[in-house]
């Protein structure tokens, strides 16, 4: 008996399935007047369980957006957890931080950063984070990739966003540069024996990898 596949009815199901907030909901209307592209409803709800499962307590987050990402990943963190957030755009951290104050998620909880990922991740401390999301640009993969598996603890979780890039990842014949470093990031990460992952099609492709 062949797999069953998800056709195109659950995909939709799937990505409606989880239950929003007002704040999350805001959240994603300021995103998209600063025309950055929030995380999926459903690719939130996973990240949030995956920090729940890992019990995040330190998370580092790589791009900062509207903040729609932090929020679900508060939804999962330890209530004592603390949120490293890095942006290269200080006008989207500002509208993060409002989407925080409306949660009211105290200052204490958070850090925002502000400036180039590339430069700031080699700043944080070796295997001191659970979790480590990436939302950022693909012409930085292999930075993200490698300083992940630095700065996670055995056992931590590097979640990768938009890994399947707007369906263009699974056709061999999309070689523009954006589906070119996602397909090779997937390839990467599930050859590296320092972690273990999956690829979940939800929103715009999560690539999940435990750390060894």
């Known amino acids: 008996m062949a797999d069953a596949m998800l056709g195109e009815n659950s995909l939709t199901f799937v990505e409606n399935w989880p239950d929003t907030t007002e704040v999350i909901d805001s959240a994603r209307a300021r995103s998209t007047e600063l025309g950055c592209e929030p995380i999926s409803s459903a690719a939130g709800a996973a990240l949030q369980v995956l920090a729940a499962a890992s019990a995040a307590r330190a998370v580092v987050e790589v791009g900062t ?11 999962g963190m330890r209530p004592e957890g603390i949120l490293t957030t890095v942006d290269v755009e200080a006008e989207h951290q500002r509208a993060a931080k409002e989407a925080f104050a409306e949660r009211g998620i105290a200052t204490t909880r958070y ?4 400036g180039s990922a590339a430069e700031v991740l080699p700043r944080l401390t070796d295997a001191a984070y659970d979790l480590v999301f990436v939302d950022a640009d ?30 263009r990842v699974a056709d061999p014949s999309a070689r523009d ?6 397909r090779e990031l997937g390839r990467a990460v599930r050859e590296d024996d320092r972690l273990l992952a999956a690829l979940l099609p939800v929103g715009d492709g999560l690539l999940a990898a435990v750390k060894r």
């Open 65 to 75: 957006g509207a903040g729609v990402s932090g929020l679900w990943l508060f939804g």
């Open 177 to 182: 540069s954006d589906a070119v470093a996602q």
């Open 111 to 114: 850090r925002l950063i502000n």
């Open 138 to 167: 693909t012409g930085s993969n292999g930075i993200y990739h490698e300083q992940a598996v630095r700065l996670l603890r055995s056992g931590g979780v590097v979640v990768f966003y938009n890994a399947l890039w707007q369906d």
